[in-house]
């Protein structure tokens, strides 16, 4: 038995997210469903996270096991590209140890979401619209915050079932770029909806709507309805996904 690690971007626009759900298209099941075909026996990937219904990811990686050792790997991504819609690419294959894990070994996940400051009917499925005025001084300021926690409970989607609400955050900061604001965020996991959700949140900050005190105290109540409204999915991407050094063999 050979594990591989598959690096891999996607639109998640028409998907629901990339977990496998009954009734529902997804990243994973198309992946599985390609790198199947393409190997000649029944292949189940294992993601390095889960992405919610209708985000990107940049940056993605899924380990799979074979029977037998991948003699071409070019051919194979080629021939499970030609299969994958135009909205999922495969970049290359990596075969690493037997007990690598996508998801476990992954050290650091960094997200970006993206604002249009103008109306564009060409950016819609992966941006979001925001046209109010925004102090991105203050925005910036609330990210500083950010740094002195760890529960991050006020930002997780209510009843999920983690064995901690605990994140590291490592790096946070907007940035303006031409007609763009976007957000970056590094940590060293992440919960269920907590990007949009912190995004959201500075949105009422940069409205001047809610204080950097008030964003403090959000944060240690704990309390998913005290923080601000979950942007839509659109606007976020997966952008990279960190490993200890070796682990890829690149």
């Not at 891999?8 to 977990?19: M, P, R, S, V």
Request: aromatic share 12%; charged share 20%.
């Amino acid at each position: 038995m050979q594990r591989y690690f598959i690096k891999l971007a996607f639109k998640g626009t028409l998907y629901h997210g990339w977990q496998i759900q009954d009734n529902a298209l997804s990243v994973q099941g198309e992946l599985n469903d390609a790198l199947s075909k393409v190997l000649g026996q029944k292949i189940e990937t294992m993601g390095c996270g889960r992405t919610d219904t209708g985000v990107h990811a940049k940056n993605f990686y899924a380990h799979f096991d074979n029977i037998e050792e991948i003699s071409d790997t070019e051919k194979t991504i080629y021939k499970v590209n030609r299969i994958l819609s135009n909205d999922i690419v495969c970049y290359e294959l990596y075969q690493v140890d037997l007990n690598a894990h996508a998801r476990f070994d992954a050290i650091s996940r960094t997200y970006e979401y993206y604002i249009r400051r103008y109306k564009n009917p060409f950016l819609t499925e992966t941006s979001y619209y925001f046209s109010g005025d925004l102090n991105l001084n203050l925005m910036n300021q609330a990210c500083l915050i950010l740094y002195n926690h760890i529960d991050f409970s006020c930002f997780s989607k209510s009843n999920t079932q983690v064995f901690t609400n605990n994140c590291k955050i490592i790096n946070a900061f907007w940035q303006e770029k031409d007609d763009t604001l976007i957000f970056t965020i590094k940590a060293d996991r992440f919960l269920r909806n907590m990007v949009r959700a912190i995004v959201g949140t500075l949105l009422e900050i940069g409205r001047e709507k809610i204080t950097l005190e008030n964003f403090n105290e959000i944060i240690l109540g704990k309390n998913r309805s005290n923080a601000g409204y979950s942007v839509p999915a659109s606007g976020l991407f997966l952008t990279k996904i960190d490993y200890p050094k070796g682990l890829l063999n690149e």
